[in-house]
């Protein structure tokens, strides 16, 4: 009689295991199915290294303006040294790498580059607790990319980079108006 018992607890068991494993398995697939969608949505990424802050901050306007135009481009930035960020674009690890313009001298074949003006920003700082106003300077950022492979996204986000710095900083906008 205690075996029969035990033996139709066991088999309660193992049908319960096995509708709780079915549950697990139907939810796994569903997951799987809206990170495949959501690729194939385009959720597209573009990865973007500065040598310097002040760089990625001169372009955040147009970066900004980019994701307002096309809401599946999600943006990577990171910092580092010339050498390392031009290795990585090398590798493919980086789309885009802005320099500045003395860094961009030292160009592989196997890269492409624009520049674009920029003016750094007057902020006054702090010197042994006197306030000193840092002059702004003029400059240029070379946008670098690899030749060959690349997306339609950082083409886009290369086209917004040019365009929105020299229309509203080379004298354009008085052209097109």
């Known amino acids: 009689m205690k075996d029969l018992i035990l033996i139709a607890m066991m088999l309660a068991l193992i049908l319960f295991g096995y509708y709780i494993m079915a549950k697990v398995d139907r939810f ?20 973007i290294a500065a040598e310097n802050p002040m760089l990625l901050d001169s372009v955040s306007s147009a970066l900004e303006s980019c994701g307002k135009a096309d809401g599946r ?29 003395e860094a961009g001298r030292q160009l592989d074949s196997q890269c492409l580059s624009f520049s674009i003006p920029y003016e750094q920003t007057v902020k006054p700082i702090s010197v042994f607790g006197l306030s000193v106003d840092h002059l702004a300077e003029d400059g240029r950022i070379c946008v670098v990319w690899k030749k060959n492979g690349g997306s339609k996204s950082r083409d886009r986000v290369l086209f917004i980079l040019e365009n929105e710095h020299c229309r509203l900083k080379c004298g354009y906008a008085d052209y097109l108006n």
Request: no cysteine; charged share 35%.
């Open 28 to 47: 796994i697939e569903e997951n799987q199915r809206m990170v495949d969608d959501e690729i194939r949505n385009g959720m597209q990424k573009v990865r």
């Open 73 to 101: 481009v999600s943006f990577f930035l990171s910092t580092g040294r010339a050498g390392h960020i031009l290795e990585k674009l090398l590798d493919e690890q980086v789309d885009i790498v802005l320099l500045t313009e």
